[in-house]
């Protein structure tokens, strides 16, 4: 089942604390993406990666970092968390140059910073 | 550059009522346009798609949405909404000519009344 799959779905960790959120595609994507979900604000891109090693920041990158070493995973990396970082996260992947192809999400993960 | 603008955070609707979430683009080059859905407590998921050809898009569980370029306009809408309809809806638009980045609107919300 092609699918992308992050992990956790949930997530409660103090301030400072390092930590990381993974995410994994079965499909062969080039493109990956990770945004936020924030109410009123609704997604808001983080960092995305056009194929291997190749990464560029989106609209709100302060306090976090990405790698992208396989063509399969992109995990996103809060090196030091803080309650601002509080929000649901979404991982994202597609077909990189076919730009009439949809995005494919995963389920979630719900991060509290207190 | 492009952009998404979704009017209205929220639209409540009567339960067989005519469901209509509105959606503007802006692009300097022919857009992609898509419509995605989450329910409650999981990600994203595609409803439909225009890349080319007709302009009248037909999309999963009855939702059809128009491609009108004079208007710069994807609205989407169904003709009887259903309680399961309840849902936070997403317009994307993707460029070609170097951008390959999606760029959603803020999201609208679905509320069905019995």
């Known amino acids: 089942e092609a699918q992308v799959t992050q992990n956790p779905r949930y997530l409660i960790t103090v301030t400072g604390k390092k930590l990381t959120v993974t995410c994994s595609q079965n499909?062969?994507?080039?493109?990956m993406s990770w945004y936020r979900q924030d109410p009123g604000l609704g997604l808001r891109q983080i960092y995305y990666?056009?194929?291997?090693?190749?990464?560029d920041k989106g609209d709100v990158p302060e306090g976090y970092k990405v790698s992208r070493k396989e063509k399969r995973n992109f995990p996103l990396i809060l090196e030091s968390p803080s309650p601002n970082q509080t929000s649901l996260y979404f991982c994202?992947?597609?077909?990189?140059?076919?730009?009439?192809?949809?995005?494919?999400f995963g389920q979630g993960t719900r991060l509290t910073v207190v | 550059a492009q952009s998404v603008t979704q009017l209205g955070s929220h639209v409540s609707v009567s339960e067989g009522a005519l469901v209509l979430l509105r959606c503007n683009y802006s692009s300097s080059v022919p857009p992609y346009l898509f419509w995605y859905v989450q329910y409650p407590n999981q990600g994203l998921q595609l409803l439909l798609k225009?890349?080319?050809?007709?302009?009248l898009v037909k999309g999963i569980n009855g939702f059809e949405a128009e491609f009108k370029k004079s208007e710069t306009s994807f609205h989407l809408t169904k003709p009887s909404a259903h309680m399961s309809d309840a849902a936070e809806y997403f317009c994307?638009?993707?460029?070609?000519?170097?951008?390959?980045?999606?760029?959603f609107g803020r999201g609208t919300s679905l509320i069905v009344h019995p």
């Open positions: 990666s056009m194929n291997v090693e190749v990464t």
């Open positions: 994202a992947s597609s077909f990189g140059q076919s730009v009439n192809t949809e995005a494919f």
């Open positions: 994307a638009v993707r460029t070609s000519g170097g951008s390959y980045i999606p760029t």
């Open positions: 499909m062969n994507h080039e493109y």
């Open positions: 225009y890349t080319t050809g007709a302009t």
